[in-house]
């Protein structure tokens, strides 16, 4: 009997487990099944867009926007060229050393230690941090070494006036871009227009633009506790706004006795603007104007260049679209120079 017994028992659980693994596979098909067809799609959607971007139809498309690809893909260089211009500016040369960490003990320091080589981050006492967080412009100048004269200033200035239109030309680009878009959207496939718009600006040979603002210069008060338990940080972003601000601070400090004019204008977005409505929105050299162009970047240019003497006053600035910029001999030479030595093209020590 208790043989029996034992059967049942087995049996029931059998029975069991065939309910569950039942139940399971129910309960998994539809999943296995939608996975299947979306798979399947997906797969059959590739396969479709990549005969897509392989036909004469694309090509021809391709073709018959190539000049304006061209130019987009420039403006977004000349941009690339334009973000390195801070490049220029260096803080006194106080000449190479190194500093070694021979600590046996504190390990928390080693973070500290990270930060030596950054030339924009400076350690300093708990005080200074919270001072140069009231203060930002003075701190700047007195530890990280910006000296307050006119060279200075200067540079700055051509720094603003580059990032001001880099900044302007990235916005410009992109509507650009967008209406190269437009103009071609009734040719391309709405699947295609719709699913792989990333895909097809890469096909079409427009290059990616990089929108984000990563290239202003940041410098940072950190502050540190020996045991690494306690720390602060001020940053000061030298974006647009701040730079605005900052040349107005050392134009105040710095007293242009010097000056013929005695005065001396200051190259902020407010000047830019007075310039390019003087200027109707026209480039002086070529005659080009937003009229003709509506995504057109309009630079600003001392006719005589800050280097040789050029002040910033409304009679030395002109309106150059940016090709005419551009073109103007040493200044794309030296830019050049910069930026491919920032892309590691060049070895500098052969310069
Ligand atoms: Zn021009």
């Given at each position: 009997m208790p043989g029996n017994i034992l059967i049942i028992i087995l049996g029931l659980i059998v029975y069991a487990v065939y309910l569950i693994i039942s139940a399971v596979v129910f309960l998994i098909q539809p999943i296995v099944i939608i996975t299947i067809i979306c798979g399947g799609m997906l797969i059959i959607y590739q396969i479709y867009s990549n005969l897509y971007f392989n036909s004469n139809d694309f090509k021809n498309i391709k073709d018959s926007i190539k000049d304006h690809t061209k130019n987009c893909n420039e403006l977004n260089h000349h941009i690339e060229e334009l973000k390195c211009?801070?490049?220029n500016i260096k803080s006194y040369d106080y000449g190479e050393s190194h500093l070694y960490d021979n600590s046996n003990y504190n390990f928390k320091r080693k973070e500290w230690s990270k930060?030596?080589?950054?030339?924009?981050?400076h350690n300093c006492s708990a005080t200074v941090c919270k001072n140069a967080s009231t203060q930002p412009f003075k701190y700047l100048c007195k530890y990280f070494d910006i000296e307050i004269n006119e060279e200075t200033l200067s540079n700055f200035e051509s720094v603003l006036n580059d990032f001001a239109a880099a900044e302007q030309g990235k916005i410009l680009l992109q509507n650009e871009r967008d209406l190269i878009l437009n103009n071609i959207s009734n040719s391309i496939p709405i699947l295609i227009y719709s699913f792989s718009k990333n895909k097809l600006i890469k096909k079409l040979g427009l290059e990616a633009i990089?929108?984000?603002?990563?290239y202003f210069p940041i410098y940072t008060f950190q502050y540190v506790s020996p045991g690494g338990n306690s720390s602060s940080k001020c940053d000061i972003k030298l974006n647009i706004e701040n730079l605005d601000k900052f040349i107005k601070h050392l134009h105040d400090l710095?007293?242009?006795?010097?000056?013929i004019e005695g005065q001396r204008a200051l190259m902020t977005s407010n000047l830019r603007e007075i310039i390019k409505i003087r200027d109707n929105y026209t480039c002086k050299k070529c005659g080009l104007s937003i009229n003709d162009e509506k995504n057109l970047l309009l630079e600003i240019d001392h006719i005589v260049p800050l280097a040789k003497g050029?002040?910033?006053?409304e009679n030395n600035l002109q309106t150059l679209c940016w090709k005419c910029n551009r073109s103007k001999g040493s200044k794309v030479e030296a830019r050049q120079i910069i930026f491919n030595m920032e892309k590691g093209i060049i070895d500098k020590k052969k310069l």
């Open positions: 211009s801070y490049v930060d030596f080589k950054s030339n924009l981050k990089d929108l984000s603002d990563l710095v007293k242009f006795r010097k000056s050029g002040i910033t006053s």
